[in-house]
């Protein structure tokens, strides 16, 4: 794996939202974006590393990585 850091083009603070607003969100957001960008989405939603595997499954997204830390979820998703 690089350690090159992945450039973040958009964020969206989904904190204290629960399903379905954080995939909502990712998704309004990740029509603006270009192909090929990379979307941080933060979440305090403890479904949300589900919502958003399934999500990206679904749409074709890559989902880059998932991490996880003090019951704060970050996902980084690269739009196709």
Do not use: Y
């Amino acid at each position: 794996m690089s350690d090159t850091p992945i450039e973040v083009e958009r964020e969206v603070d989904a904190r204290g939202l629960n399903c379905p607003l954080p995939i909502l969100r990712a998704k309004k957001a990740l029509t603006d974006l270009a192909s090929g960008k990379v979307l941080r989405v933060i979440s305090t939603d403890p479904g949300s590393r589900r919502d958003f595997e399934a999500f990206a499954r679904q749409t074709g997204h890559e989902l880059v990585s998932v991490d996880e830390q003090n019951r704060e979820w970050t996902f980084l998703l690269r739009r196709r």
